[in-house]
């Protein structure tokens, strides 16, 4: 796989976990990556983007102040942390990774995708 994501589980509503993106094959710091979440029935839907360079970051509406993407370059990664979760972040999430020229909107999709972690937050 182009893009390897894990750190998904079950946790309890309110709880925390960390996502992650890497690749073998690719240097994520050439790429903006985001992460995208699937939930059973639904679109896929966008979650939260940062550029190449980590100095922009995009999020939905959904999980602004709860959820934070960075970047680690020297592990070639991209972390998604999910604080004060909720049963409606309940999902299939994607690492999504690409080239985006500088500026523009943070929305993706963009090229590359990783297979997938399941999130399953508990009531």
């Known amino acids: 796989a182009q893009l390897v994501d894990s750190g998904g589980g079950l946790v309890q509503a309110g709880g925390s976990l960390t996502l992650s993106c890497t690749s073998s094959e690719r240097t994520l710091s050439h790429y903006a990556v985001g992460w995208f979440r699937q939930a059973p029935g639904e679109e896929r839907e966008f979650v939260a983007a940062v550029d190449y360079s980590g100095t922009r970051t995009h999020y939905t509406d959904a999980v602004k102040g709860r959820f934070t993407i960075s970047r680690d370059d020297g592990r070639n990664t991209v972390e998604l942390q999910m604080n004060s979760l909720k049963p409606e972040d309940t999902a299939v999430y994607y690492c999504?990774?690409?080239?985006?020229?500088?500026?523009?909107?943070?929305?993706?999709?963009?090229?590359?995708w990783g297979q997938g972690t399941q999130v399953t937050v508990s009531s």
């Open positions: 999504n990774a690409g080239p985006s020229p500088t500026g523009a909107p943070l929305t993706g999709p963009f090229d590359y």
